[in-house]
């Protein structure tokens, strides 16, 4: 499958429809085609590539040697993957809601055949009561909330506050923000205007509205890291 031409470029990773149900669900590829080195019934993105480094060089800096880590809207499966394999001694479980997408991570995973990558779970970040018991450290979600309505926001902090231990659990997110003290660069607001035409519902985040939303969850910013292409990740501890 290949997304518009307007849903092209360096931030995509995943799209998201809204199911019959009124609720959104991750399609099955981003942003970019599929790559023909793709494992059959797996999809591929060239963003991942692009970016699958920079945030593993954060990820590696931050995640606990041994930590247990639930990836929300792990799309294709390709940095569930690639984080396992750099990461063995961590324990990584992908989830997604779409059905086409986990079984692109079912594809890729038993390409790799790596011990530490759990099977995809059936969740959605919208629905935090649908989430089953989880024993994480640490809860990754990459480019997802502005490719969503602001309640998968809502319920990805209400899901993390959850499940994460206190003191010390992470939630790490990674994607386009806009910020206050910080002007938009000119891509982002091109993204940004092509989100909100495929749907009004969709678009970059405040990054104070994040943070705001995390806290009711006794979620905390701890550090603010820049992306490459106007990216940011963000990343919270759980206190209290």
């Not at 593993?56 to 940095?79: F, M, N, T």
């Amino acid at each position: 499958m290949i997304w518009p031409p307007a849903f092209a470029g360096v931030h995509g990773r995943v799209g998201l429809a809204w199911n019959a149900l009124g609720r959104y669900q991750k399609g099955v590829q981003t942003l970019d085609s599929i790559s023909p080195a793709a494992p059959a019934g797996a999809l591929a993105s060239p963003a991942v590539a692009r970016n699958t480094q920079p945030i593993l060089d954060v990820l590696k800096a931050h995640l606990p040697a041994e930590g247990r880590v639930l990836e929300i809207a792990s799309g294709s499966g390709e940095h569930a993957v690639a984080f396992a394999r750099a990461l063995p001694r961590t324990t990584w479980t992908p989830s997604d809601p779409s059905a086409e997408a986990r079984a692109s991570i079912t594809a890729w995973a038993a390409e790799a055949d790596l011990p530490n990558l759990k099977p995809a779970l059936t969740l959605d970040a919208a629905d935090p009561d649908g989430w089953p018991p989880l024993d994480v450290q640490v809860v990754v979600c990459i480019n997802m909330i502005h490719i969503s309505p602001w309640s998968a926001t809502e319920g990805l902090m209400t899901g993390a506050g959850r499940v994460l231990p206190d003191p010390g659990g992470l939630l790490v997110l990674y994607g386009p923000f806009r910020e206050v003290d910080v002007q938009l660069a000119p891509s982002n607001a091109a993204f940004d205007d092509s989100l909100k035409a495929r749907d009004p519902a969709w678009g970059l985040r405040d990054r104070d509205a994040v943070v705001a939303e995390a806290l009711k969850h006794g979620l905390h910013l701890t550090r603010r890291v820049e992306m490459p292409a106007n990216n940011l990740m963000l990343l919270f501890r759980k206190v209290g």
